[in-house]
């Protein structure tokens, strides 16, 4: 049996922070997995399931920001908390960035019909399929906080923790990979769509890479806090 942290046992129940952060990042991950049918609806034409993916978006959205809203007011100030409450408000809001950045791929695609140009497909489906893994990964360290605090952030759930931290690290990179060749393509194709198209692909292409950009970040300030 692993050995177990005073200060865990003291903390106990719901004054476990990390309970709240991982309930957070469920309603989260919940958001950003409506993002694939998004466009697999915008591939397919079907404007119908589009603004289902849409409002699903949105509502799951509202969901987290409300958890976040309830975990900031009872994150207590005491000296007892088993890790600095900065660290745990910072990454409480890049979580919620994660699914701040889905409502605003929704938002832009609720505002104005898009079309998914077939030379782009393969490319997007890839980056948001990458994405999505960088933020499951995200998902699944955070789920490993609880085990984490009762041994005092050492031995080997820390370092289990760190391998995770690592490979999502990587698989961040693979991200911004997908990106850099995708916003390659774009401006290739540039002169094929009209000039108001090319931006908001831009964009896109810039939110969808975002999901993954925060995960990581909720990742380094993980690994902030494991060391502190």
């Known amino acids: 049996m692993a050995p177990t942290n005073p200060l865990?046992?003291?903390?106990?129940?719901?004054?476990?922070?990390?309970?709240?952060?991982?309930?957070?990042?469920?309603?989260?991950?919940?958001?950003?997995?409506?993002?694939?049918?998004?466009?697999?609806?915008?591939?397919?034409?079907?404007?119908?399931?589009?603004?289902?993916?849409?409002?699903?978006?949105?509502?799951?959205?509202?969901?987290?920001?409300?958890?976040?809203?309830?975990?900031?007011?009872?994150?207590?100030r005491s000296l007892l908390m088993p890790v600095n409450r900065r660290d745990l408000l910072e990454i409480l809001h890049n979580q919620d960035s994660i699914a701040d950045v889905a409502q605003d791929i929704a938002g832009l695609m609720a505002q104005r019909k898009m079309e998914l140009p077939d030379f782009m497909q393969a490319e997007v489906m890839a980056?948001?399929?990458?994405?999505?893994?960088?933020?499951?990964?995200?998902?699944?360290?955070i789920e490993q906080l609880d085990e984490l605090l009762e041994v005092g952030f050492r031995g080997r759930e820390a370092s289990?923790?760190?391998?995770?931290?690592?490979?999502?690290?990587?698989?961040?990179?693979?991200?911004?990979?997908?990106?850099?060749?995708?916003?390659?393509?774009?401006?290739?194709?540039?002169?094929?769509l009209k000039p108001v198209s090319v931006m908001l692909w831009y964009q896109l292409i810039e939110w969808i890479g975002d999901l993954a950009d925060f995960a990581e970040k909720v990742g380094n300030r993980l690994r902030v806090t494991i060391a502190s």
Do not use: W, Y
């Open 8 to 76: 865990a046992n003291l903390l106990g129940g719901s004054h476990r922070p990390f309970q709240g952060l991982q309930e957070h990042m469920r309603a989260v991950t919940a958001c950003v997995d409506e993002v694939p049918g998004l466009f697999d609806a915008l591939a397919a034409g079907d404007d119908e399931r589009l603004h289902a993916q849409i409002d699903k978006i949105f509502a799951l959205e509202d969901k987290a920001d409300k958890l976040k809203n309830g975990l900031r007011h009872r994150l207590p």
């Open 127 to 141: 980056l948001v399929t990458a994405s999505i893994e960088v933020v499951a990964l995200c998902a699944k360290t």
């Open 160 to 192: 289990k923790v760190e391998e995770m931290l690592d490979a999502l690290g990587t698989a961040e990179d693979h991200a911004d990979d997908l990106e850099l060749a995708l916003t390659k393509s774009l401006f290739a194709h540039e002169d094929e």
